[in-house]
């Protein structure tokens, strides 16, 4: 006769020891292991023939929607060579021929220090000097050394701008804002700067070579989750 206690002891003894098969053998469930991240496309891969090598983009780090690719473009009102950067969406268009579009990833500023409006690409630069501006040096007296006074930072892997940068003009006056490699993977797809609008080095170099001095940018309003100010 099956006791009450007999009972909880049998029950006990089933979850001590796991699963239990109908022949008395011990069957353990197999520990749920994460997915792995997707494998980065081969152009995110290491860079070696640039002045200053730049390493491959770790998978898992950039969402996969950030990822260069080419898509229908969704600014058809703009003629082929605009830049177009949508701050809410994380995204940077170039408009190309057929309805199609290059999109790039970015990572934008945070609300407070966001530009928007229309610009021109004055001139490129590849590997630039870093100079912070004077407001900033002001807010962070740390980047002194670095400051348009002291000459700016050398270029290299550290330097703010990364590998190329696109300076903005509007009406003829440097707007103070750039489009620019960045080293920092993460934040891309976040508002975390000053306001310049970064990419991934190995999507700046790709940029740099499609866009010519002179090309338009529209960059679009912030307005961003207050998650993200």
């Given at each position: 006769?099956?006791?009450?206690?007999?009972?909880?002891?049998?029950?006990?003894?089933?979850?001590?020891?796991?699963?239990?098969?109908?022949?008395?053998?011990?069957?353990?469930?197999?520990?749920v292991r994460p997915p792995l991240p997707p494998e980065m496309p081969a152009f995110y891969g290491p860079i070696y023939d640039e002045p200053f090598p730049i390493p491959?983009?770790?998978?898992?780090?950039?969402?996969?929607?950030?990822?260069?690719?080419?898509?229908?473009?969704?600014?058809?009102?703009?003629?082929?060579?605009?830049?177009?950067?949508?701050?809410?969406?994380?995204?940077?268009?170039?408009?190309?021929?057929?309805?199609?579009?290059?999109?790039?990833?970015?990572?934008?500023?945070?609300?407070?220090?966001?530009?928007?409006?229309?610009?021109?690409?004055?001139?490129?630069?590849?590997?630039?000097?870093?100079?912070?501006?004077?407001?900033?040096?002001a807010r962070q007296p740390e980047l002194a050394p670095y400051s348009v006074a002291a000459g700016g930072m050398d270029p290299g892997l550290d330097n703010p701008l990364?590998?190329?940068?696109?300076?903005?003009?509007?009406?003829?006056?440097?707007?103070?804002?750039?489009?620019?490699?960045?080293?920092?993977?993460?934040?891309?797809?976040?508002?975390?700067?000053?306001?310049?609008?970064?990419?991934?080095?190995?999507?700046?170099?790709?940029?740099?070579?499609?866009?010519?001095?002179?090309?338009?940018?529209?960059?679009?309003?912030?307005?961003?989750?207050?998650?993200?100010?």
């Open positions: 006769m099956l006791t009450r206690r007999s009972f909880l002891g049998a029950a006990s003894a089933a979850f001590v020891s796991g699963c239990t098969s109908l022949d008395g053998s011990y069957s353990a469930m197999a520990p491959a983009v770790p998978a898992g780090v950039v969402p996969q929607q950030y990822w260069r690719q080419r898509v229908e473009n969704p600014f058809p009102e703009h003629v082929v060579g605009t830049l177009i950067v949508d701050p809410n969406a994380f995204y940077l268009h170039l408009v190309e021929p057929d309805g199609m579009a290059m999109r790039y990833g970015i990572g934008v500023g945070r609300q407070g220090f966001s530009w928007s409006g229309d610009a021109v690409v004055q001139y490129k630069r590849r590997w630039p000097r870093w100079r912070a501006p004077d407001e900033m040096v990364g590998a190329r940068a696109l300076y903005l003009f509007q009406n003829g006056e440097d707007t103070i804002y750039r489009i620019h490699g960045n080293p920092e993977a993460h934040s891309i797809g976040q508002a975390v700067s000053s306001g310049c609008i970064r990419l991934l080095n190995h999507d700046i170099i790709d940029l740099h070579h499609r866009v010519r001095d002179g090309s338009k940018v529209v960059v679009r309003p912030a307005i961003m989750p207050v998650g993200l100010v």
